[in-house]
């Protein structure tokens, strides 16, 4: 169901025949999509994905994505688990409680981390500044930046869900996707024109994000951290950009959007009666994957471990 879609379900589940600027916005609308599909994710642990972090000399904390919710993989004892590639060999680091490294107080570089921890992003996120140096008008909600000294890809990283704001159209938004190095997808709203000109001046803010720490600095540049984990879905903030869940999915993420919506306008009663349907399916779908993990049995899970 994409952008365009869920949108009408939302405004269906609000009784609303269209957005409004000053009612229900369709950044608003937005939000509250994203919101309860970040809630779905978290309750059911549904979406899943993998990052590939290259290690860096006599460095310790390596950021995970925007998109990062919890890990996803666990061992035949319940330990969760990242895989590690020191070029030769595969290793298996099982996550442990930051106190324990913090009290290991390692200091000396070294590879093949027996372990390792989670914890919030330590600093504060640098902004990135910069100017378009291309147009890029909208599309069905969608437009791209062109910044051509700009590498998004790696000095100057930006992920999706990042904020973004366009100065001069005094317009704020998403970032939907990284393109290339010089290019991103962008939703911008609330401006003058909600697309970018050619000199427009931009500001990127990067998202808090969760990091990942090793229990001493990486004594070898380019060993491989696989990192597997539960995940957000893809920002839709645009007509067609779309959800990989099923359609009655997405209409109960729907009504829990709306549900989201109401609470904002103090309509408690409608919010509750929303709320039932998102509340339904997860459930639903909490009891389906219980249900397979039964008739596998506990033989079946050792063996994939």
Known sequence: ??????????????????????????RRIYECLDMAAGIYCRDTRSLHNTISLATVAAQQNYNLPLDFIDLY???????????????????????????????????????????????????????????????????????????????????????????????????????????????????LFDGT??????????????????????????????????VSYVCMPNPVFWDFAQWNFPERTCRAIASGAASIFKISKTEYRESQSLGSLFAAEIKQYKTEIGRQKLQQGPSSRRERM
């Open 193 to 226: 024109g909600n697309d970018w000109t050619n000199a427009d001046a931009y500001t990127i803010t990067p998202g808090i994000k969760k990091t990942l720490v090793l229990p001493a600095p990486s004594l070898t540049a380019g060993h491989i951290i696989n």
């Open 73 to 187: 993989l666990q061992d035949a004892s319940g330990n969760f688990f990242i895989k590690y590639y020191n070029g030769s060999n595969y290793s298996w680091p099982v996550l442990a409680p930051y106190e324990f490294l913090y009290r290991q107080n390692l200091t000396d570089n070294a590879d093949c981390p027996a372990y390792f921890s989670l914890i919030d992003c330590p600093t504060q996120p640098t902004l990135i500044t910069g100017t378009a140096t291309a147009a890029g008008a909208a599309a069905n909600g969608r437009c791209v930046l062109t910044d051509s000294t700009k590498h998004f890809l790696t000095t100057d990283l930006v992920y999706p869900r990042d904020t973004i704001y366009n100065t001069n159209d005094d317009s704020l938004g998403i970032i939907l996707a990284v393109i290339d190095d010089t290019h991103l997808y962008t939703a």
């Open 1 to 26: 169901m994409n952008g365009k879609k869920l949108t009408q379900e939302f405004l269906d589940f609000i009784d609303t025949k269209g957005t409004s600027i000053n009612y229900a916005p369709q």
